[in-house]
């Protein structure tokens, strides 16, 4: 096989590559959401992930006092609502909330 074949199917194997990349969602945490939120006691904390460019969507992720972590749907409106509750929070000088904490490395997580 000569040399210019060579590298136009090398070309070819990386263009190959690089789409398939651009198509995967591997990159972002939630690949199944619920629709449900567990009741507010159970509820240890909360992520909020905004889109980025490796996870093109909102994800939400809500630990439980018992540390099982699961994905909620931004979509629904219950977490229309928490969202919108949370961003007037941030906007307020005068309501914020009970505790934040953040660890390096991590967004912040409002405690309910």
Same mark, same amino acid.
């Given at each position: 096989?000569?040399? %210019?074949? +060579?590298? =136009?199917?090398?070309?070819?194997?990386?263009? &190959? %590559?690089?789409?398939?990349?651009?198509? /995967?969602?591997?990159? #972002?945490? &939630?690949?199944?959401?619920?629709?449900?939120?567990?009741?507010?006691? /159970?509820?240890?904390?909360?992520? %909020?992930?905004?889109?980025?460019? =490796? #996870?093109?969507?909102? /994800?939400?992720?809500?630990?439980?006092?018992?540390?099982?972590?699961? #994905?909620?749907?931004?979509? @629904? +409106?219950?977490?229309?609502?928490?969202?919108?509750? @949370?961003?007037?929070?941030?906007?307020?000088?005068?309501?914020?909330?009970? /505790?934040?904490?953040?660890?390096?490395?991590?967004?912040?997580?409002?405690? %309910?």
């Amino acid at each position: 096989m000569s040399s %210019i074949m +060579k590298v =136009f199917l090398l070309l070819a194997v990386v263009v &190959c %590559i690089s789409k398939a990349q651009l198509h /995967e969602s591997g990159q #972002c945490l &939630c690949n199944r959401v619920r629709s449900k939120i567990a009741s507010k006691s /159970e509820v240890k904390d909360i992520h %909020i992930y905004p889109a980025t460019t =490796f #996870c093109d969507r909102v /994800e939400i992720v809500v630990t439980l006092n018992n540390s099982l972590r699961y #994905c909620l749907d931004p979509k @629904i +409106k219950a977490m229309k609502k928490l969202l919108t509750n @949370i961003m007037k929070q941030k906007t307020s000088t005068t309501a914020r909330p009970t /505790e934040l904490t953040s660890t390096p490395g991590s967004t912040n997580t409002a405690r %309910i």
